[in-house]
């Protein structure tokens, strides 16, 4: 088992710790709807992090820490482990030039993903730039297809706005 830096649960269920570094690192997953064809209402849950309380979008200079990557994994994991049939989002957006590379490092992070759990990926063109989308959901859902369906057609729709 990898090193993980102890966190805290705050509050609001988002998970914190601090990196040897000394920088401060939120994992939040905050609660969204995604309606299907048949009508029905599905809840996700969008993966959110912050560095040091901001999203910046400038390109990361400090040194590479695995710790960072095992810890975080360990909380998405472990969502998974307490909360089997919800699903998990997760978007790079490329305001800044940068969303491809994230999306590199997410997909390697994502090999420390448990084996129960599955990563479908998407990439729409949005405002001159591309939206990379990923969705993770238990393999043995029994609603998986139709939220896959509603998944593609929510960044379809994105899309053709």
């Given at each position: 088992?990898?090193?993980?830096?102890?966190?805290?649960?705050?509050?609001?269920?988002?998970?914190?710790?601090?990196?040897?570094?000394?920088?401060?690192?939120?994992?939040?997953?905050?609660?969204?709807?995604?309606?299907?064809?048949?009508?029905?209402?599905?809840?996700?849950?969008?993966?959110?992090?912050?560095?040091?309380?901001?999203?910046?979008?400038?390109?990361?200079?400090?040194?590479?820490?695995?710790i960072?990557?095992?810890?975080?994994?360990?909380?998405?994991?472990?969502f998974?482990?307490?909360?089997?049939?919800?699903?998990?989002?997760?978007?790079?957006?490329?305001?800044?030039?940068y969303?491809?590379?994230?999306?590199?490092?997410f997909?390697?992070?994502?090999?420390?993903?448990?084996?129960?759990?599955?990563?479908?990926?998407?990439?729409?063109p949005?405002?001159n730039?591309?939206?990379?989308?990923?969705?993770?959901?238990?393999?043995?859902?029994?609603?998986?297809?139709l939220?896959?369906?509603?998944?593609?057609?929510f960044?379809?729709?994105?899309?053709?706005?």
């Amino acid at each position: 088992m990898s090193l993980l830096y102890s966190f805290d649960v705050t509050e609001d269920g988002s998970y914190s710790f601090i990196s040897e570094q000394n920088h401060h690192y939120l994992i939040y997953f905050s609660e969204s709807t995604l309606p299907d064809s048949d009508g029905n209402i599905h809840i996700v849950y969008n993966l959110g992090f912050s560095r040091d309380g901001d999203h910046s979008s400038t390109p990361f200079s400090f040194k590479y820490d695995r710790i960072i990557r095992a810890t975080i994994m360990s909380i998405v994991n472990d969502f998974f482990n307490k909360n089997d049939h919800r699903v998990l989002i997760y978007f790079c957006f490329g305001d800044e030039g940068y969303s491809r590379q994230r999306k590199i490092v997410f997909n390697q992070w994502c090999g420390d993903l448990d084996l129960s759990v599955e990563k479908h990926d998407n990439v729409i063109p949005y405002e001159n730039t591309f939206v990379y989308g990923s969705l993770m959901i238990v393999r043995d859902n029994p609603l998986k297809q139709l939220i896959l369906t509603s998944f593609n057609k929510f960044l379809e729709d994105i899309y053709n706005k």
